[in-house]
């Protein structure tokens, strides 16, 4: 049996290495994208930009793997792997930039623009860019300032006529204003890094600059550490001697860009084509965000019990309406739920609902890399009209997005709960509208009593919470040991069900080694088991494509999927829940939720997309659910 190669003695290495590996793969599927010919020229340009990100975040949340790395052969030869992906990219950027070229999409350089644009440029960068520059000049023995991580900076060794010893520039980029362009024949656009970089003697002033460069450090999120540092251009060993020594970097850490360090204009590029370009550029809009999204009266969701909301649109539109209709024709009481991620329209639906004298408890969790600066002013303004504001001081995370709505029936005043739950972010930004979740919405009174219990635990409340490890009936699976526990019962259940049995999972990613020996251990029982995937697969580093009993499909394509959709049982057995738990390890670790759905009519909805995922092996950027 495939299990047996899979002992104690191998979960460190696959823990490291192995997941490493497969998670990185699977990144890579969307540099190879970029370099298919069939695949549209302006959409090969932002596959090139979703590597670059995914790489990013994915390096900057794997510190172990390389710190336990970085003393063995393992740490070379990932980064010997990360530097042959680089190139790479640079390879296929070349290619991209030379057709777009020929569609008159043209990356202008400074020294060829006309006159007209120069003195636009110029008005540009002194009455906008250089007020919004925070310019540190430093001396050779100085600390850097704080370098966030993946953000870019422009740097330069400096020198005065009358010292012998080296000073350094260093600036922030405002990525606010990263592109300018103009269309008298086609689109020609510029890059701020580019006009700062062409007034880099202005922002040295009384100094001259010898060398000027952008870079970008990706670091660990968890614990600042620097992971790779991403140049623009080419280098000199001085000055790769002095970031080295400064940003606490090895050498072999930095990599030197062709095609530069952030890949943010893309999306303001693809903006700006007009509808000839993005018919002949881009996929068609298979998907489009919803303008219009049906309004959701209270009776009709306690009638219902649950509605399923489909894919993509802005979460919080409907519950953020739902909440404005409580507060304007019901006695709305409380809100309760979870703030790592928000959006405008549910702080205007709060900051209402607070006018009108209802409770608000919220718990915040502040994070770099999801959102911060946007919640945290949001969050201070709440407060400030009334908000009781929990701040998580678990070590764990907390990544499901929630909240409760609690009111009184105006005829019987019977305390009724309607209850939101999204599988993926509240908060979408411009650059995450494509982003494929599920919301639920539920008058279903025992999920909003256990939700409520947990939400109370989590808050410091209540800290005798009981996680229903003994009732085999909960509607809410949680996360940490409790949810791990309820994992491998209901893998277990079917395994005792031998050839009758069945497990259906949608994931983001399975790199988690005990899921998937105990996934191992049901297949050999004779269960059937189909895993969709949307992120890494350890599967295929364990060679179990033709394991008989195990089928899996990946997804590769525009959206970033983010549904955990999990099935077990068949007919009067079936039990199917949607997730923000991933089967990673941090899921494992994290504070998330795991719902079952009870309604006929939702399950079937969600039964549908798993059985068009499965059934089209399908690419995101060229179908749509539902469709034929």
Known sequence: MLINSIDEADM?????????????????????KA?????????????????????????????????????????????????????????????????????????QRIRDIEDGLKSYIHNLFYGKILPELNIFILDENDDLPFIKS???????????????????????????????????????????????????????????????????????LDKNLPIKLEISGRISNNFKSFLSKKLTIDKVQIFESLSGVSFKYV????????????????YPKIIKKSSHIPFLKIEEILKNNEIISLIPFEPSDISSK???????????IEIRGTTNDIDDNFVFAVENALKIGVRVNLMAELKEGICVEKIIPEIIKMENLGANIYYSSTKSNINFNYHQLLYTDDKSEELRTITYFSTGSIFLNNEDNNKVNLSFLSGDRKLSKELASYFDYLSGV???????????EYSVILSGDDFFDSIIKLIDNEKRKGSKGRIFIKVKNLTNIEIIKYLIMAADAGVQIKIITSGANLLNELNIKEYKNIHFKEIIGQFDDEMNIYLFGQKEDERLYISS???????????????????????????????????????????????R
């Open 322 to 332: 739902l909440l404005i209709d409580i507060a304007e024709n019901h006695n709305l």
């Open 150 to 220: 993946e953000v870019s900076y422009i740097t330069a060794i400096l020198r005065a006529n009358n010292e012998d010893s080296h000073k350094y520039l260093i600036a922030e980029i405002p990525m606010d204003q990263d592109i300018i362009y103009t269309r008298s024949e086609g689109i020609k656009y510029i890059m701020i890094e580019d006009i700062l970089l062409s007034h880099i003697n202005t922002l040295a002033i009384p100094y001259d600059a010898e060398e000027a460069i952008i870079f970008s450090l990706t670091k660990s």
């Open 462 to 472: 209540d800290l005798n919470f009981n996680n229903h490890k003994k009732n085999d």
């Open 581 to 627: 738990a991933d089967f990673n390890f941090d899921s494992i670790k994290n504070y998330e939720l795991a719902i079952r759905l009870k309604d006929k009519i939702a399950i079937n909805k969600v039964k549908h997309i798993l059985n068009l995922y499965y059934k089209y092996n399908i690419d995101t950027v060229y179908a749509k659910l539902g469709s």
């Open 12 to 32: 460190v290495s696959m823990n490291n290495n192995k997941v490493f590996m497969a998670r990185l793969r699977y990144i890579e599927k969307y540099l190879e």
């Open 35 to 107: 370099n298919q010919d069939e695949v549209p020229i302006f959409e090969r340009l932002k596959y090139i930009a979703i590597f670059t990100d995914k790489l990013n975040n994915f390096l900057s949340s794997q510190e172990q793997i390389f710190i336990y790395a970085k003393n063995s052969d393992t740490f070379s030869i990932q980064l010997e792997y990360l530097r042959k992906l680089n190139i790479k990219r640079d390879r296929y950027f070349q290619k991209i930039t030379e057709a777009l070229r020929d569609k008159n999409i043209i990356h």
């Open 267 to 282: 999306n303001k590029l693809e903006n700006i084509l007009n509808d000839e370009q993005t018919h002949e550029l881009t």
